[in-house]
Nanobody, 123 residues
Framework: VQLQASGGGLVQAGGSLRLSCAAS????????MGWFRQAPGKEREFVGA???????YHTDSVKGRFTISRDNAKNTVYLQMNSLKVDDTAVYYC??????????????????WGQGTLVTVSS
């Protein structure tokens, strides 16, 4: 599956953005989809995931502020980001075919990554 992320931009602290990730291919509805982010000088980190059955997971630092959702009819996964903080500044990547081992999320070897979209939160 190929992924195309969009929706990033510059926003003031406290503001909102919605990221979208459009997927090609017929297998979209079967995948657990997710978002990761990578801030300058830091490792890529998990943000959220949503299963084929619409069960969602969010990392602790974004719980209550970010919401992952999906629309299988549109082959799209979303990340609604509210109450943004300067620390949320990062390149955000969508991914397909996630799996959780222990407490960590991974993209399977045959999974896919989108190209990334930059979110910049100013103070």
């Amino acid at each position: 599956v190929q992924l195309q992320a969009s929706g990033g931009g510059l926003v003031q602290a406290g503001g909102s953005l919605r990221l979208s990730c459009a997927a090609s291919g017929q297998m979209f509805s079967r995948y657990t989809m997710g978002w990761f982010r990578q801030a300058p000088g830091k490792e890529r980190e998990f943000v959220g995931a949503i299963s084929y059955s619409d069960t969602s997971y969010h990392t602790d630092s974004v719980k209550g502020r970010f919401t992952i959702s999906r629309d299988n009819a549109k082959n799209t996964v979303y990340l609604q980001m509210n109450s943004l903080k300067v620390d949320d500044t990062a390149v955000y990547y969508c991914a397909a075919d996630l799996v959780k081992f222990g407490s960590r999320w991974y993209v399977r070897d045959h999974g896919s990554w989108g190209q990334g979209t930059l979110v910049t939160v100013s103070s």
